[in-house]
């Protein structure tokens, strides 16, 4: 039993580790993530858990020989990490909060010292029952209409879910969400719910969308969907209690990338086929943990992969032989002056989507956009921040919110 628990104690000190320093490397990107994701997001949880079973090892007579006590020590150190990741998870308001004063990229190494808004909010989405289950949970406010087919052909892919609160009196601000997944895989079910969520709860009327994914899907069928479904919600969210004239659009990983292509590409006919004269525009973006360059113009083990996977499964087609099929995929290289403001969030410590990429997008946006960009760069973070209601969670949500519902007045009062 002393060796057993020497064990679980060092493999649980490897997970702290990993959440801190996460190793670069291509062959364990993905194990890196998952394993950095729920122990930085749920930092709380592991310590209480840990404990548990540290006091029934002990029962069982684990601290009988020295590997026991090795252990021991090694549980510590991993507690007083796991304490760190936490606090920096609730310090995320503070970063937040500071990155949210005009003009001003704010990441973990600065403005220590600022204090968040008192009202954040995050409290409304984050409290201590969380402990117990950590999951995304539809508050009974919030009425759900499911499977909506936003293209009018019968295609699974083309569906979409409408939230809103139950007792709406007046229409409310539109948020549109973009799951991820790579291209390939994933479903509006699982992701953003928390935003989501909190946002409904606030009188917004929320749409999570699905669209064709790869391998059967080829690009630019993805991006072709998105747009499709907006310009649904444009024409159709009124009679779901939804207010047209303001619509944001959010998404994260991949849903990062197709969303901010949907805000930066207003009126291109390449991306709206058969419906090019459709309203497809956004008012504001939230783009998450994005895909910002499709062409890999860093020379690292991420962008070979990445354009690996373009190549052979989504675009069907290699960069060498259609280099501006890349170039129009990619949002950083779409940035114009009439770009709608854009609020983009991204983890430090991203090993799926290195956070270069969202540095150079925002300096592009910075450099060419005549809208407000809030860039927050959320130390110890990794990617997928945004799905399990964690206190990083709750404090990125409480940002977001103060953006949207700030851009929205803004909006209505310039067309007022």
């Known amino acids: 039993m002393p060796w057993v628990f020497m064990a679980v104690a060092l493999v649980g000190l490897v997970f702290v ?7 670069r490397l291509e062959a364990i990107a993905v194990p890196s993530f998952f394993a950095g994701w729920v122990t930085g997001e749920l930092p709380v949880q592991h310590i209480v858990w840990q404990v548990g079973a540290t006091v029934a090892f002990g029962l069982l007579g684990a601290f009988r ?49 600022e204090t968040p808004s008192p009202n954040s909010g995050s409290e409304t989405m984050w409290h201590w029952p969380r402990l117990a289950f950590p999951l995304p949970v539809r508050p009974s406010e919030i009425e759900m209409t499911a499977g909506i087919d936003y293209a009018g052909d019968g295609m699974a892919r083309h569906r979409l879910d409408v939230l809103h609160r139950r007792d709406m009196s007046l229409p409310g601000p539109v948020l549109i969400y973009v799951h991820g997944g790579a291209w390939i895989m994933g479903n509006k079910r699982q992701q953003g719910l928390p935003m989501l969520y909190e946002m409904a709860r606030r009188g917004w009327v929320c749409v999570k969308i699905n ?45 990062g990338q197709l969303c901010s292509l949907v805000a930066l590409t207003s009126g291109d006919p390449l991306f709206q086929p058969g419906f090019e004269h459709d309203d497809a525009s956004v008012d ?76 150079r997008f925002v300096a592009q946006l910075r ?45 209505s009062s310039r067309s007022a």
């Open 17 to 23: 580790l990993n959440a801190y320093v996460p190793p």
């Open 65 to 113: 020989s020295w590997p026991g006590w090795v252990g021991c020590g090694a549980a510590v150190v991993g507690w007083a990490g796991l304490a760190g990741l936490a606090v920096a998870g609730k310090h995320s308001a503070t970063i937040i909060a500071a990155a949210e004063e005009p003009g001003e990229a704010v990441t973990g190494e600065s403005r220590r010292g």
């Open 211 to 255: 669209y064709r994914l790869s391998p059967r899907a080829t690009w630019p069928d993805h991006i072709v969907d998105c747009k499709r479904a907006v310009s649904w919600v444009r024409a159709n969210v009124a009679a779901y209690g939804g207010d047209p004239r303001f619509v944001a659009i959010s998404g994260g990983s991949a849903g």
């Open 284 to 359: 504001a973006c939230v783009a998450l943990y994005g895909v910002y360059d499709m062409t890999g113009y860093a020379a690292t083990s991420y962008s070979r992969e990445l354009v690996r996977l373009l190549e052979k499964i989504v675009f069907k087609s290699r960069l060498a032989d259609n280099p501006v099929l890349f170039e129009r995929a990619s949002p950083v290289k779409r940035v114009t002056a009439g770009a709608p403001p854009f609020y983009v969030v991204h983890g430090a410590n991203d090993t799926l989507v290195p956070v270069i990429e969202a540095r």
């Open 367 to 411: 450099a060419v956009s005549g809208s407000s960009v809030t860039y927050v760069e959320l130390p110890l973070a990794q990617h997928a921040f945004d799905v399990l209601p964690s206190m990083r969670c709750a404090n990125v949500v409480a940002g977001v919110t103060r953006f949207l519902e700030r851009t929205r007045q803004s909006c």
